[in-house]
């Protein structure tokens, strides 16, 4: 009786030793492992993973580059503003943020001086900085010095917009499962609508499923 006891003590114990959970922790987001990577999921991996991709196809791209040279020649050099459009997430799971990515192309694309960005316009889903309609109203506070403030029709309307859309797709034969998940960029030049750069990437998932379907 007692030993019965003892191993169940022991037992017990290796479960709560087993269940147990550790701290939180600092980890390098490049290095996620693949267990964290579930199928209809997006680890801050894929989403640096994506940009890095899209960033060098934007600045290697033949077509933009010709399009930038051609903005500059006929703006006595200056670089065109540029706005963050909206991504649409066109998938079933809600918890994606295109912020992600967008955010990692336009720093590298304002740090790289390809263009100039606007903080003041944005498509849904982007982030605006409200200062800026703010600070314009300040021309009828009778405590702001009128000689610093900001005429209302100061700001500048961007040209240039990075758009784009997210897409799963999932394809199953047997208990073989492939979840592709496409990142779609458009970069449009807004005075005429035309496209100036265009990119689609792909990541992709494969499991088999167990036989009890989970």
Known sequence: MNKFWNLTVAGIGMLGLAGCGSGPERFDPRDNPARLRAMGALAAADYQEAAAVAINALMGSPVFNRYLQEYQADHGGRKPLMMLSTVRNSTDNEHIDTRFMTERISEDLLNGDKVRL???FAGSGQDVDDANIMIRQQDVNEYADKKTTIGRDSLEVPLLGLSGNIIT????????????????????????????????????RRDTQSWFGF
């Open 118 to 120: 606007t903080s003041a």
């Open 169 to 204: 797709q999932t394809d199953q034969v047997g208990r073989d499962r492939n979840y592709s998940i496409f990142f779609v960029l458009t970069m449009t030049d807004y005075r005429t609508g035309e496209v100036v750069w265009k990119h689609t990437q792909e990541l992709g």
